[in-house]
């Protein structure tokens, strides 16, 4: 046997990356809820990574990146399973990578409904969700379909830049976390109740730290070179650690005092934004994308109280705001390339800013419109949220009969956990 080409062996490390993510976020959410709903959210996480990966396997791939096109949105659902076992290394490879990413990017929408959504109607829509919303925004933009240079809208509008993610990955998730909050509505005291608040804000850290070693694989493991990698690279470690120093400073000014929740919110912010990008911007320039989303997420994070919608964990800010905030920003900073005359501050003109927003005003309504289909679906059907009294008691105890903070949990005993309220 010759062994593993560098290129594999980088590909390899880069999916194992790629799927210490979605651990990592079950740590960050489950950090950032109460004290009941900690495992019910790290069991969200899990199920994302069983039910979305079995679905990229079977299905998702194929939709993704066949050749066969229905409407430039998604391939020969079958096509690379019946071929599997004869397709080539470096097709396998690229299989596996690509099923980390759809894995995280349904797991980031649990983190909207947290406190009360039914564990088995999260089931149900992860798989759904993968093959109706997520394999087919990928096969638009990263494959051929309508979004890319040859696809209908491609070619009207221009080819939009997303290297890894803002439309496909985080808009795509942030929207539909927007609709699945609208959809079950509010939390039992929602605004009112310091019990909303993060109860273990070491496990958010510890969360946001390992997203962020996760996310090298994320943003370079599909990097063309060593320059190119070494910009991601470069670009991965900026722009968060400008989102930060943003973000803080907003939180000084404004409510006197920065906050270690902020720190962490900002790190996953910055790595949002620059996942667009983080290859084609210089370094000065993801640091300038880096410091106008500490301030935009910072910001955007109150608006859930002003307009009434109850993102449990901050998904829509985090992430729908951020990855705008990227995708759009390549309008201005993409460096000029092979594809693209750049953006508007290096002599680029306005076209690389339309086609940057004309995909993401569809990737938004796409994602919103499948998303709300769904979710309507399932609420009607079994019901997506849980009863009040479940809330109330912890949906810990009453889907999964465990408590994070109470080794041997006390089935039928809700009062067990009343001391841990936070």
């Known amino acids: 046997m010759d062994g593993l080409t560098p290129g594999g062996v980088w590909l390899v490390v880069a999916t194992a990356l790629v799927m210490l993510m979605t651990p990592a976020l079950a740590f960050f959410y489950a950090g950032m809820t109460r004290v009941r709903s900690t495992l019910n959210m790290i069991m969200m996480s899990l199920a994302a990574m069983a039910l979305a990966g079995l679905t990229w396997l079977l299905r998702g791939s194929s939709m993704a990146t066949s050749e066969a096109s229905a409407l430039g949105m998604f391939g020969d659902p079958f096509a690379n399973l019946a071929g599997l076992a004869a397709s080539d290394s470096g097709d396998l490879l690229g299989m596996a990578f690509n099923a980390a990413f759809a894995i995280v990017t349904v797991a980031i929408i649990s983190g909207s409904i947290a406190d009360r959504a039914r564990f088995g109607a999260w089931c149900l829509f992860v798989p759904l969700w993968v093959t109706l919303a997520y ?12 979004l890319s240079a040859d696809g209908a809208i491609g070619q009207w ?13 985080h808009m795509n998730a942030g929207m539909a976390a927007l609709v699945l909050a609208l959809i079950l509505g509010a939390r ?9 608040q993060p109860h273990n804000l070491p496990m958010v850290v510890l969360g946001a730290a390992l997203l962020w ?5 994320f943003n370079v493991g599909a990097a063309g070179d060593d320059r190119q990698a070494a910009v991601i690279l470069l670009n991965t470690i900026a722009a968060p650690a400008a989102a930060v120093v943003s973000w803080l400073a907003v939180e000084r000014i404004r409510d006197g005092r920065p906050t270690t929740f902020g720190a962490a919110s900002a790190i996953v912010a910055g790595l949002v934004a620059i996942s667009p990008a983080c290859a084609d911007v210089t370094i000065p ?20 109280y002003r307009l009434g919608y109850d993102d449990s964990l901050d998904v829509v800010a985090v992430h729908l705001v951020t990855g705008f905030v990227g995708t759009v920003a390549l309008g201005f900073f993409a460096i000029p390339g092979e594809e693209s005359a750049g953006g508007l501050f290096y002599g680029g003109g306005t076209g690389q800013l339309w086609s940057q927003l004309v995909a993401t005003g569809f990737a938004l309504a796409y994602s919103g419109l499948v ?52």
């Open 135 to 146: 394999a087919p925004m990928a096969y638009a933009v990263w494959n051929g379909g309508i």
């Open 157 to 169: 509008a221009g080819e939009a830049i997303d290297f890894a993610g803002g439309t496909v990955i």
């Open 188 to 196: 039992s005291g929602f605004g009112k109740q310091a019990s909303h």
């Open 213 to 217: 070693i996760g996310w090298f694989g």
């Open 285 to 304: 320039g993801a640091i300038a994308i880096g410091l106008a989303t500490g301030v935009a997420s910072c910001l955007a994070i109150r608006l859930k």
């Open 371 to 422: 998303t709300a289909v769904l979710a309507l679906v399932i609420h009607k059907v079994i019901g997506f949220r849980v009863a009040s009294h479940v809330e109330e008691e912890g949906v810990d105890l009453h889907e999964h009969s465990e408590s994070a903070y109470a080794p041997g949990a006390l089935v039928g005993a809700p009062s067990a956990l009343s001391s841990n309220q936070s």
